[in-house]
């Protein structure tokens, strides 16, 4: 097993920090993860035994590709469509991008040749936007080529806001050229209203989530009140009929409030489910993932895997300190069977 060391990026994220809800401050616990993903001995130990012993199967479908293909053929067998993406973020070198560049498209011919019903998410960072933009744009364009060409989607992920105007510049390129790109937007930032309406003429498939990055007050809304009703206004907008232009909603939250929102608005307009699908994360909050799928909506599960997933897993947990709950139980219970019976 590759042992990883992860510290978790402070100063980027929502999870750094900020309360998730205006009634409970959950700040000192979620602090106190974060402190501890600074510690190597902490973050090592959670690496090695993350895989070892299952808990971080609960969000990370594995470290290689096949254990990826095999769980996204598990959930396509329950009835979930997946996206795949492989976790790692900013690379430092165009030997990196290109190396990443090459798994995506590895990725789509494991895809294709599983005959799964799924696209694939890709973080432009990881395919070097930090270190040149021209080449960070021919990956993805060499990557929007293969997957037209095998019939599936790419879904690009929004990063912190240093890089939007960058990645809506590439996710139009793509979409212009092949028709089969996605791209995340972020109900936090106020500029997502003027992204959406510029963006309506190439048909594209908008994923809309509520923003995991940390941002200035200037660029974003601070409150989850305030982020909550951007969310069911630009909402309103992908799934109203338009005179011109039209969206595919993919409607990413976990939020049961907004989900009760959208399904509403979907009967409302009476959006057919070619035109939206509800995503969630893999391993969180599996009984809405239920309850949408039961009700017959569309679902997609985004299904991150990678040698590099102690970063994202620590996020998840910061995210919602109880997590860590189901953390300590699967240590506790490794310890009590640990083969020389020493609690580690
Ligand atoms: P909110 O944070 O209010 O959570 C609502 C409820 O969900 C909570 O009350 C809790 O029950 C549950 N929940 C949330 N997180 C949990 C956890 N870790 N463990 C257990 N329960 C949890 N962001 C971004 O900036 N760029 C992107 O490209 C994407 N892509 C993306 C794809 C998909 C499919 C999803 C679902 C999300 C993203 N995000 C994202 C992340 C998004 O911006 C946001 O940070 C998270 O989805 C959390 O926000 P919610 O909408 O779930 O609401």
Not at 9 to 24: H, M, V
Not at 49 to 70: H, N, P, Q
Not at 145 to 166: F, K, N, V, W
Request: hydrophobic share 40%.
């Amino acid at each position: 097993m590759t042992l990883v060391s992860c510290p978790v990026r402070k100063a980027r994220s929502l999870e750094d920090g900020r309360p998730q809800s205006e009634e409970i401050d959950t700040t000192p616990l979620r602090n106190l993860i974060l402190w501890l993903s600074t510690k190597k001995s902490v973050t090592d130990a959670i690496a090695r035994r993350g895989m070892k012993y299952g808990f971080a199967r609960r969000f990370v479908a594995g470290e290689t590709l096949d254990e990826a293909i095999s769980v996204a053929a598990e959930l396509g067998r329950a009835g979930r469509r997946v996206t795949l993406n492989q976790l790692g973020e900013n690379v430092t070198t165009a030997e990196e991008s290109r190396l990443s560049c090459d798994t995506y498209l590895e990725m789509l011919r494991a895809l294709d040749r599983a005959a799964l019903d799924a696209t694939i998410s890709v973080k432009l960072t990881h395919l070097g936007l930090d270190l040149d933009f021209q080449h960070c744009r021919s990956l993805t364009l060499e990557i929007a080529a293969q997957a037209a060409a095998l019939g599936h989607t790419l879904e690009i992920d929004m990063e912190g806001s240093a890089y939007t105007d960058r990645t809506i510049e590439i996710f139009e390129a793509a979409q212009h050229q092949y028709h089969n790109a996605g791209l995340a937007l972020q109900a936090s930032l106020r500029r997502s209203e003027r992204d959406l309406e510029r963006l309506a003429i190439l048909d594209p498939k908008i994923r809309l989530v509520k923003g995991a990055y940390r941002e200035p007050p200037a660029l974003a809304f601070q409150k989850k009140s305030e982020v909550d009703a951007n969310y069911r206004k630009l909402l309103d907008l992908l799934l109203r009929p338009r005179p011109s232009g039209r969206f595919t909603a993919a409607i990413a939250t976990h939020d049961p409030t907004l989900l009760d929102f959208a399904r509403h608005a979907i009967q409302q307009y009476a959006v057919p489910p070619s035109r939206y699908e509800f995503q969630m994360l893999y391993g969180i909050r599996r009984d809405l993932q239920e309850q949408v799928h039961a009700a017959g909506h569309p679902l997609r599960v985004y299904t991150p895997f990678g040698s590099a997933w102690c970063p994202y897993f620590m996020r998840r947990l910061a995210e919602r300190p109880a997590n860590i709950w189901f953390l300590i139980r699967s240590l506790s219970a490794e310890g009590k069977h640990s083969p020389s019976g020493q609690a580690k």
